[in-house]
């Protein structure tokens, strides 16, 4: 087994994991600014993760020479939403379970489940740690699942498969230093993958609204229109 699945180190006290108790407090309940529930619920957690996990994300994106726009960015994006435990003790195993049912050996469907707080598909983290995916045993799968439930593990590996991604479309440049335009494409990568070509996304951000290019670059530019108070928050301010 690779080393990196089994000597991660899991912070079982750190910030506490957006929950079921989270998910129906926001998805259930009417927004409240004052009581915290409602769409008020999840942007106060997504607020309070990016200011407790500022130096993290500082750090990783040092390491990886990434802008931290982009990296906080991605993390706003995915904090919140579906409770975190269920997609790595639920979610994996019955797809593991349906791979078995089915005889496939690719584990394709099972590398599919994202996650982590900044969700990422246990096949991509596994690819970012120069692991083949397909190789990964049901019980590498988990522990690997299990590692990126830890947030410094899983924004590291989040940081370096987003300077994949930028590598991917701009071969050869100062990955520490993008353009909006550069950080919309690479984000709408890391919602959407590599399968679509770069000149769409492109074009599809001056797309007329409501048209479905559009939606190619949607991801990435919201970070870019939370850029001004996304950066605040990492400069402590």
């Given at each position: 087994m690779?080393?990196?699945l089994v000597f991660c180190k899991i912070d079982q006290y750190g910030f506490p994991h957006w929950d079921g108790f989270d998910f129906l407090r926001w998805y259930t309940?009417?927004?409240?600014?004052?009581?915290?529930?409602?769409?008020a619920h999840l942007w106060l957690y997504k607020t309070a993760w990016l200011v407790h996990h500022r130096m993290m994300l500082q750090q990783s994106?040092?390491?990886?020479?990434?802008?931290?726009?982009?990296?906080?960015g991605v993390a706003v994006a995915e904090v919140g939403g579906t409770p975190e435990r269920f997609k790595s003790v639920g979610v994996l195993q019955l797809r593991q379970l349906l791979e078995a049912i089915m005889q496939r050996e690719d584990n394709q469907r099972s590398n599919a489940t994202s996650v982590g707080s900044i969700a990422i598909q246990i096949g991509v983290a596994a690819s970012t740690l120069h692991i083949r995916p397909d190789t990964l045993s049901s019980f590498e799968q988990f522990q690997l699942s299990q590692c990126l439930l830890d947030n410094r593990f899983n924004i590291n590996v989040v940081a370096f498969h987003l300077r994949d991604?930028?590598?991917y479309d701009y071969p050869g440049i100062d990955t520490s230093q993008l353009t909006d335009?550069?950080?919309?494409?690479?984000g709408s990568r890391y919602n959407r993958g590599i399968e679509r070509n770069k000149q769409d996304i492109i074009n599809s951000i001056s797309a007329q609204k409501g048209t479905p290019q559009r939606a190619?670059?949607?991801y990435g530019r919201r970070i870019i229109e939370k850029k001004a108070t996304i950066m605040k928050i990492m400069r402590g301010e």
């Open positions: 690779n080393k990196s309940l009417p927004t409240n600014w004052t009581l915290s529930t409602g769409s994106a040092r390491e990886a020479q990434i802008p931290v726009l982009l990296l906080a991604l930028i590598l335009e550069q950080i919309i494409v690479v190619y670059s949607e």
